[in-house]
């Protein structure tokens, strides 16, 4: 095993990581441990845009409760107004690192940049640019990071373990070369920013979601997890089963677009006055059920009532995709169904990012901070992301040096490598059973079916642990079966239905919601020792 000391440790390089190099590196040397595949992340991925108040017709308390209402009474509402005060200046270093979002060519316009409207919102506050706001921002944000003298990017590890010393304090990460080689970097500070965990299910919005891992790996050393249960499906992923996912930005309703079943009737204004722009969670279940009784494959997303122009201009790059798959959005509706997209529970922290663990910290969809509650409303995620970066970045930018603790030795076996078509098949029949017991609509037998077939497949999983050499995709498996046990442990405890968790057998909403359910694991060591 080879071995190195850091200052700052960052895992992760979507928006929250990249950024958080960028405001610590004045006053820390920083290591970015970002996989080439960072690219295929899901901040890449995100369309839509960042939701801030900028324009003067809008304000800090609406955003604020906007947010409240969507959350469904489990928001934490400090956190909110945390979140949402800063956000406005989160825009603005955007702005200053020169993020080319889209300009707004009225003459009437009283804010420079075009604001669009999603889901929860009732005003226009999502900056975007165009329709590849993700992209964007990570490719500004990529290009001075790289260029900046104190940060050093290393694309060739995989972190598959955190360092734990028997003081509890983390003190780095255990990572895999390309060879599967073990390497230990030992650091003064470790901040997760590994995304969240919409890999447990089949169908996903992003091509290459995270499993949880990050959660996972903090878990193990000590950190708390919470809000699991409340996985986030976007209503409307691009219907296309023998190609890879594409999601259909929320700003396509939010500029007109109607939902419509096979025969062209319009069903959502049926369901909530607030039609295609109530929150995620009600859109998500409305198709479901419509899916559920029609048995059909994917309802339609029209928008062929807009202005061509109009499309060409706002959604070009849905446009191109949708017209490499053969579908003109300007002429056909497009087919769309329900995909696991945001995870609104993860690692707890507070508004430093700090976790219950000494030096380890949490930024991004990996953590849980409260603001989201039940369900994430549209755009806040890309924001949660850029405040907690821009408050750790605070929290870090003077050393609070470790206790020197001896650290327990790394335990792996010594065996062959596991078969990774064995593994990838293991993985896949996790996620089978995910969607299908612990999906959008729930019930207590599916939940227990589910904890029996997961103990099942843990204890194959188990059997390779103690016999196989490390690789990065046993860790992902082991870690994705243990969180999916977590997850469905949450979801059997909330005994009600409330935003993303609806139980057919406690199908009523509860005066008083039932705090999110907390998980706490106490360890001496690393994860490689349990």
């Not at 079943?261 to 722009?277: A, K, N, Q, T, V």
């Not at 935003?499 to 706490?520: Q, S």
């Amino acid at each position: 095993m080879s071995a190195n000391s850091h200052d700052l440790l960052i895992v992760g390089g979507g928006i929250a990581g990249l950024a958080l190099a960028l405001e610590t590196a004045a006053t820390r040397k920083v290591t970015l441990l970002r996989p080439f595949d960072d690219d295929r992340g899901a901040s890449r991925w995100a369309q839509g845009g960042i939701a801030a108040v900028l324009s003067p017709q809008d304000s800090i308390a609406d955003h604020v409760r906007d947010t409240l209402i969507a959350g469904d009474g489990l928001c934490d509402e400090a956190a909110v107004r945390f979140t949402v005060e800063h956000g406005p200046r989160a825009i603005e270093w955007l702005l200053e690192l020169g993020v080319p979002f889209t300009a707004n060519e009225s003459d009437e316009a009283t804010y420079p940049y075009h604001l669009t409207r999603e889901g929860g919102h009732g005003a226009r506050r999502v900056i975007h640019a165009a329709d590849a706001t993700g992209s964007a921002v990570i490719e500004t944000l990529l290009s001075q990071v790289k260029a900046h003298p104190l940060i050093t990017l290393e694309d060739r590890l995989t972190a598959i373990a955190l360092i734990g010393d028997v003081r509890g304090q983390c003190r780095g990460a255990y990572c895999l070369d390309a060879q599967e080689r073990v390497h230990e970097l030992r650091a003064q500070d470790t901040v997760l920013a590994t995304g969240g965990a919409s890999g447990l299910y089949q169908h996903a919005t992003s091509p290459y979601p995270a499993c949880g891992e990050g959660m996972m790996m903090a878990f193990d050393i000590g950190a708390e997890l919470a809000n699991l249960e409340f996985q986030q499906f976007h209503p409307t992923c691009l219907y296309d089963p023998d190609r890879p996912p594409f999601l259909i930005s929320e700003a396509v309703r939010g500029e007109g677009g109607i939902l419509r079943d096979l025969s062209g009737r319009r069903f959502m204004p049926d369901i909530d006055p607030r039609g295609e722009l109530a929150p995620r969670d009600i859109v998500a279940r409305a198709i479901d059920a419509q899916l559920r009784e029609s048995g059909a494959s994917h309802v339609l997303l029209d928008i062929t009532h807009l202005p061509k122009r109009e499309i060409e201009h706002l959604f070009p790059t849905i446009r191109q995709h949708c017209l490499g798959r053969g579908i003109d959005i300007a002429r056909q509706p497009i087919p769309v169904v329900p995909a696991a997209h945001y995870s609104c529970g993860g690692i707890v922290i507070d508004f430093n990012g700090k976790t219950a663990v000494p030096h380890l910290h949490a930024i991004g969809e990996v953590s849980y901070t409260g603001l989201h509650g039940a369900n994430r409303m549209a755009s806040n995620s890309l924001l949660e992301c850029l405040v907690f970066a821009h408050a750790a970045a605070r929290c870090l930018r003077t050393v609070d040096p470790c206790i020197d603790s001896p650290i327990p030795p790394l335990r792996l076996a010594c065996g062959s490598r596991a078969v990774p078509v064995q593994l990838a098949n293991a993985l896949e029949r996790l996620r089978r059973i995910m969607t299908t017991r612990v999906g959008i609509v729930r019930d207590d037998a599916g939940l227990n079916q589910a904890v029996t077939e997961l103990m099942t497949l843990e204890n194959d999983c188990n059997q390779r642990w103690n016999a196989c050499a490390p690789s990065a995709a046993l860790m992902q498996l082991r870690q994705a079966i243990a969180l999916g046990r977590l997850t469905i442990e949450a979801a059997m405890s909330r005994r009600e239905s409330r935003g993303l968790h609806f139980n057919l057998d406690c199908p009523d909403h509860e005066a008083e919601p039932i705090p999110p359910l907390r998980f706490h694991q106490k360890t001496a060591g690393n994860a490689a020792n349990t």
